[in-house]
């Protein structure tokens, strides 16, 4: 699986939708089910967008359709991006997270006792 940034920002009608309805955004992805991808995070940030998802899909066909669902139910405009592990730029790859049996975990591991 493959990671991508999805950066959404509210258009004039999604601000309207969002004002009315605070849970909106994260409602919407809770609700979405696409085949081969997952949100892995939500953020909202501040700056030039407003949000910030985390994804983690089989392909670009998947993402896409998840940033289509969740863009049309919240009034948002997706740009999505592809994720590329900063090893693939070394010229060893030792550090390439993706060469990691865990390459993307949210939560800490536990301590080993």
Known sequence: MSLYFLLGTLTTEGRT????DRNLVVEAARRVSIAGAEILGQYAVLGR???LMMVEADDN???ARLSLE?????GMH???L??????FLTDDGRDD?????DSISLTPAPPDL
């Not at 939708?17 to 009315?20: A, P």
């Open 49 to 51: 967008y407003d949000y």
């Open 17 to 20: 939708k969002v004002h009315s």
């Open 61 to 63: 066909d998947a993402v």
């Open 70 to 74: 969740i863009g049309v139910s919240t």
């Open 82 to 87: 592809p994720g590329i592990p900063i090893g």
């Open 97 to 101: 997270p993706v060469s990691r049996p």
């Open 78 to 80: 997706i740009e999505t």
